[in-house]
Nanobody
Framework: QVQLVESGGGLVQAGGSLRLSCATS????????MGWFRQAPGKEREVVAV????????GHADSVKGRFTISRDNAKNTVYLQMNNLTPEDTAVYYC????????????????WGQGTQVTVSS
């Protein structure tokens, strides 16, 4: 079983930056595709960014392209989400998730989830 623990969320003003981290344990990290997803109140969970096992390719939602960047360090069993130029519309609980082998963007196809970290962007 893979355990995932997110950190780095918080309250930030619009235009600010945050870096989320997701530390994993209990599995072979390099065999997992990793994703960041978010869920705002009253909305369905949506993909933010996905990264393949080796680190390339990556995929980012249109709403975050040019502002957010997903990356991973297989030596540290950790995936990151650098978030720049944040807006109030980015306010949500952010989750990291893992699935074996295949690159997918649909949250329903991810097997393992962290507990989430709250990101709140004030205007």
């Amino acid at each position: 079983q893979v355990q995932l623990v997110e950190s780095g969320g918080g309250l930030v003003q619009a235009g600010g930056s945050l870096r989320l981290s997701c530390a994993t344990s209990g599995g072979t990290f390099s065999t997992y595709v990793m994703g960041w997803f978010r869920q705002a109140p009253g909305k369905e969970r949506e993909v933010v960014a996905v990264i393949s096992r080796s680190g390339a390719p990556t995929g980012h939602a249109d709403s975050v392209k040019g502002r957010f960047t997903i990356s991973r360090d297989n030596a540290k069993n950790t995936v990151y989400l650098q978030m720049n130029n944040l807006t109030p519309e980015d306010t949500a609980v952010y989750y990291c998730a893992a699935r074996p082998f295949s690159f997918r963007r649909n949250f329903k196809e991810y097997n393992y989830w962290g507990q989430g970290t709250q990101v709140t962007v004030s205007s």
